[in-house]
């Protein structure tokens, strides 16, 4: 498959400057899908984070973290068909713009309004009169500053959860792939909506970043279906580029700044879905560094790279951001255009299913009681130390590799 070729030019779709006011980003988690139970959630709500904004965003700035990835809960603000209550993304907006924090919007992270799934006939419709009306509105009162836009979070991980184990709405079972297709129509036709009002709108994709391998001893059978499996995470990306489905309307300019979201699990065996560790401590030569992962992306798409989502649960925190700063220094190094690594999510958040336990995966903890649930709301914030100092490490690391290769570039022989 022949890469994409990037722009000989700087143009709207496609500056050379990266585009983000920090390398370090931040990531509240914003879902307001329905669960497994059928039960919606709100995390915005549920972590304190609307109540807490000014705080949260000022406890950014000793990390110098002035980028974040926020979302504007669609099934919340379309209160009725085609009908829009923005009142709280102005908030939003307003004490952004008071903090000096840069917000990057999803529009769909996991959450529909409740008259609507993927597979409805009017989903895209509806879909792209959101995205129509939200540029809108965002001009109305923002008209000059950068917009970077996620119109839907994780279409391949959305697809397997709704079409394939009744995660969330549609709740099926064997439609991954008619919901995927879906979200890729409403996705696309929800960025000419976006670029009908702005055309200097960026969009972000934000997609899993996977390693799908086979198992030891594999037969002929296994690898082919392993490699197949492992091919798929692109689907998205691809039709968005207009490389599949074609007729969905998907052309180069629409897949602009390529965010990966990768976990301490993205690497798993088919068939049997045991993850291999991200330590790789046995040498398993079936483990990828992410450098190679981001490197195939890379070479694949020949766009600018985001890890737009990545964290760890527990005390292996501070290990893991060493272990992403690690590998991001090497991926600058090896000439990839990495643009940022966004901590997701920052604040802590607990499981959608039944909202406990929470996760202790974010820098900073919330204060929870003996029961497993926050002692009081909006959630008291608790920084975790380790992984504060671990991720000043981190930051250090890459900002060195970063100003070596500037200096690298601009000397003079």
């Excluded at 879905?273 to 190679?292: H, S």
């Excluded at 600058?332 to 999510?345: A, E, K, M, R, T």
């Excluded at 959608?352 to 709301?377: I, Q």
Aim: proline share 8%.
């Amino acid at each position: 498959m022949n890469p994409l070729p990037l722009p000989d030019k700087p143009s709207p779709a496609h500056p050379v400057s990266n585009p983000f006011r920090s390398f370090w980003m931040a990531g509240y988690e914003c879902t307001d899908k329905l669960n497994a139970w059928g039960n919606r959630v709100d995390f915005l709500r549920l972590t304190g984070h609307l109540e807490r904004l000014d705080e949260d965003y000022h406890a950014l700035e000793p990390f110098g973290i002035r980028t974040v990835r926020e979302g504007i809960r669609w099934s919340q603000v379309e209160t009725r068909p085609y009908h829009y209550d923005f009142q709280t993304l102005a908030y939003c907006i307003e004490r952004g713009r008071a903090a000096g924090v840069q917000q990057c919007w999803d529009l769909c992270h996991f959450g529909f309004p409740d008259d609507l799934t993927p597979l409805h006939p009017m989903f895209a419709r509806r879909f792209a009169a959101l995205c129509r009306h939200f540029a809108t509105f965002y001009r109305s009162i923002d008209p000059d500053s950068l917009l970077i836009v996620t119109p839907i979070n994780e279409v391949s991980f959305l697809s397997w959860l709704g079409g394939e184990v009744r995660g969330t709405s549609p709740y099926c079972t064997g439609q991954g792939w008619e919901v995927k297709y879906s979200l890729m129509r409403a996705y696309i036709e929800g960025i000419a909506a976006l670029r009908e009002v702005d055309p200097s709108i960026r969009i972000l994709t934000t997609e899993p970043l996977v390693n799908m391998v086979p198992p030891l001893h594999a037969t002929d059978e296994q690898l082919a279906g392993a490699a197949l499996a492992h091919e798929h995470q692109f689907q998205a990306t691809d039709i968005l580029c207009g490389r599949l489905c074609p007729e969905l309307g998907g052309q180069p300019d629409f897949l602009d700044l390529v965010g990966l979201n990768f976990y301490y699990n993205n690497q798993w065996i088919c068939g049997s879905g045991a993850f291999l560790p991200w330590l790789n401590e046995e040498n398993d030569q079936r483990w990828k560094p992410l450098r190679t992962l981001l490197g195939q992306v890379y070479r694949r798409y020949q766009r600018p790279i985001v890890l737009s989502e990545t964290s760890h649960p527990g005390e292996d925190r501070p290990h893991w951001i060493r272990f992403i700063a690690d590998e991001a220094a090497e991926a600058l190094q090896q000439g990839i255009s990495l643009f940022g690594i966004c901590l997701y999510p920052i604040i802590d958040r607990p499981d959608w299913d039944h909202l406990t336990p929470w996760h202790r995966a974010g820098l900073w903890d919330v204060e929870l009681g003996a029961n497993g649930a926050p002692t009081g709301f909006p959630p008291r914030r608790i920084l975790y130390q380790p992984y504060a100092d671990a991720l000043r490490i981190a930051q250090q690391h890459v900002s060195a590799v970063q100003n070596s290769l500037q200096t690298t570039r601009f000397s003079v022989p």
